[in-house]
Nanobody, 118 residues
Framework: QVQLVESGGGLVQAGGSLRLSCAAS????????MGWFRQAPGKEREFVAH????????YYADSVKGRFTISRDNAKNTVYLQMNSLKPEDTAVYYC???????????WGQGTQVTVSS
């Protein structure tokens, strides 16, 4: 079992930056792949980025590649999403999630709102 709490969202102008954090409970945090997802108004939830348990590999959606960076600090049980060069189309509720060994993202945070103004 793991509990996830996101923070760091807010209102930012286009071209600006935000850093999201996801604090996790559980001694097994370091064994999970972690992911970030987002859901914009009127749209389905979409994948943003994920990172391996050790932080050695990561993968990004094409829409954010080169602008966003996912990282983790297992000693702090925290995963981060650094978002640069933000665009209005990045506006969404951002969620972090933990991937269990069966391959599904089973545990989800409550989400944090990111709004990018033009």
């Amino acid at each position: 079992q793991v509990q996830l709490v996101e923070s760091g969202g807010g209102l930012v102008q286009a071209g600006g930056s935000l850093r999201l954090s996801c604090a996790a409970s559980g001694r097994t945090f370091s064994s999970y792949f972690m992911g970030w997802f987002r859901q914009a108004p009127g749209k389905e939830r979409e994948f943003v980025a994920h990172i391996s348990s050790s932080g050695g590999i990561s993968y990004y959606a094409d829409s954010v590649k080169g602008r966003f960076t996912i990282s983790r600090d297992n000693a702090k049980n925290t995963v981060y999403l650094q978002m640069n060069s933000l665009k209005p189309e990045d506006t969404a509720v951002y969620y972090c999630a933990a991937k269990v060994p069966t391959g599904e993202y089973k545990y989800w945070g409550q989400g944090t709102q990111v709004t990018v103004s033009s």
